[in-house]
């Protein structure tokens, strides 16, 4: 398998449910984000992992929390949503930070209730 | 406020026609520029790409031009496919940020029908 492979493809959760979404790549990247994409509104980044080291947490909220046990692999536990965090959820990957070009999974797409 | 602006949220042209896609960003800081494209049920894949110090990219049927004096860029895709039909992303950089520091538009959905 190659690529950026996100499961599961669709979360339904209530308010008060504890979920976690996976991430797993094949490129042999360094880096991996996490990137929520809202209806009408930008992609925006929510965490960045360099060689399993955050380096990057855009202001998220706690009751999202990511894990990054080792350089394939990405998990954001997810606890306690509101409504308003139902949107697609994108991995991506990329060599290094200093490269430009990601390369996304599929996504998530998370619908809370 | 956005640092990267789509301003038409949808495009529909006629196939073997030329599709015009348009972005505006407001950071003079920004000097790298790219295009993501996204299909339904797909993560965005990269498609092309620009530095500041050119002001046109082509690959294929796919050029991208930069006016810098007027902080916008553009996707030419000419002739357009219907397999083009997708969400087109215009997303923007500094040279010194890594891809962490990436600015996303909104997209746009560009349909191309037969």
């Known amino acids: 398998e190659t690529g950026v492979t996100q499961t599961p493809r669709h979360l339904v959760m209530g308010m008060t449910n504890k979920k976690s979404l996976k991430c797993e790549q094949h490129?042999?990247?360094?880096?991996m984000y996490w990137y929520k994409q809202s209806a009408k509104k930008p992609l925006e980044l929510m965490f960045v992992?360099?060689?399993?080291?955050?380096?990057e947490n855009n202001s998220v909220p706690s009751r999202f929390s990511p894990e990054c046990p080792n350089s394939s692999h990405l998990f954001l536990h997810l606890h306690t949503l509101q409504p308003e965090d139902s949107a697609l959820y994108l991995c991506a990957s990329s060599p290094t930070t200093g490269l430009k070009t990601l390369h996304f999974g599929n996504g998530t797409r998370l619908t809370v209730t | 406020d956005q640092q990267v602006k789509q301003n038409s949220p949808s495009l529909s042209v006629q196939e073997g026609r030329i599709s015009i896609l348009n972005c505006d960003y407001t950071?003079?800081?920004?000097?790298?520029f790219l295009w993501y494209k996204k299909y339904p049920a797909e993560g965005p894949t990269f498609l092309i790409s620009?530095?500041?110090?050119?002001d046109k990219n082509e690959d294929g049927r796919f050029t991208v031009f930069l006016n810098k004096s007027a902080k916008h860029l553009s996707l030419h895709i000419v002739p357009s496919q219907p397999g083009d039909s997708a969400v087109y992303f215009c997303a923007a950089s500094d040279q010194q940020g890594g891809s962490e520091k990436l600015v996303f538009g909104k997209g746009t959905k560009l349909t191309v029908n037969p």
């Open positions: 620009i530095s500041s110090i050119k």
């Open positions: 490129l042999g990247h360094n880096a």
């Open positions: 992992y360099n060689f399993k080291e955050q380096t």
């Open positions: 950071n003079s800081m920004f000097d790298y």
